[in-house]
T-cell receptor
Framework: NAGVMQNPRHLVRRRGQEARLRCSPMKGHSHVYWYRQLPEEGLKFMVYLQKENIIDESGMPKERFSAEFPKEGPSILRIQQVVRGDSAAYFC??????????????FGPGTRLLVL | AQSVTQLDSQVPVFEEAPVELRCNYSSSVSVYLFWYVQYPNQGLQLLLKYLSGSTLVKGINGFEAEFNKSQTSFHLRKPSVHISDTAEYFCAVSPNDYKLSFGAGTTVTVRA
């Protein structure tokens, strides 16, 4: 059973460009979570999505960031007009969300974004 | 809001020696507690979690952790480490069952 897949693993963008990060959850998982890890800091929650729904986006910056999880295909985290402060590792996790307390999230290897 | 402090950024340890990784948290509400491990070029993998009940939690690969509510700590221990335990370890808390807040991580390097 393949784990959570993220691509690209490394992404370099110039200031002002757009970054698109993709996440394919584990087979059978319908819930996706995105986290960001800034240098020297721990992972911080950004957004929780279910198929075609945003459940909790309380950790998303108010501007330039958006996320989607369409009915078909991977979840996408999109960052418009990137700035140097967006340089970070972005991790995706998924879970089957069967309603169990403290259900385990399964993490992908992350996408390292570098903004020049 | 919740926050997590991992007190050691780097922990070198000899093979077969014990190791303890320290984690303290702050929260105004009850939380769930987790330890994850990340091996090079891989995603984070759950080692163990505390939801309720016994404060001593046993996880995979011989790791265990103890929840101490009065000290707001959740330290991770292993009595005898192997070279394969070389990795980065993350402590995390959550006020519900999905919004995790992580510490900055502790890099464990096991030497022969």
């Amino acid at each position: 059973n393949a784990g959570v897949m993220q691509n690209p693993r490394h992404l370099v963008r110039r200031r002002g460009q757009e970054a698109r990060l993709r996440c394919s959850p584990m087979k059978g998982h319908s819930h996706v979570y995105w986290y960001r890890q800034l240098p020297e800091e721990g992972l911080k929650f950004m957004v929780y999505l279910q198929k075609e729904n945003i459940i909790d986006e309380s950790g998303m910056p108010k501007e330039r960031f958006s996320a989607e999880f369409p009915k078909e295909g991977p979840s996408i985290l999109r960052i418009q007009q990137v700035v140097r402060g967006d340089s970070a590792a972005y991790f995706c996790a998924s879970s089957p969300r069967q309603g169990n307390l403290g259900e385990t999230q399964y993490f992908g290897p992350g996408t390292r974004l570098l903004v020049l | 809001a919740q926050s997590v402090t991992q007190l050691d950024s780097q922990v070198p340890v000899f093979e077969e020696a014990p190791v303890e990784l320290r984690c303290n948290y702050s929260s105004s509400v009850s939380v769930y507690l987790f330890w994850y491990v990340q091996y090079p070029n891989q995603g984070l993998q759950l080692l163990l979690k505390y939801l309720s009940g016994s404060t001593l939690v046993k996880g995979i690969n011989g790791f265990e952790a103890e929840f101490n509510k009065s000290q707001t700590s959740f330290h991770l221990r292993k009595p005898s480490v192997h070279i394969s335990d070389t990795a980065e370890y993350f402590c995390a808390v959550s006020p519900n069952d999905y919004k995790l807040s992580f510490g900055a991580g502790t890099t464990v390097t096991v030497r022969a």
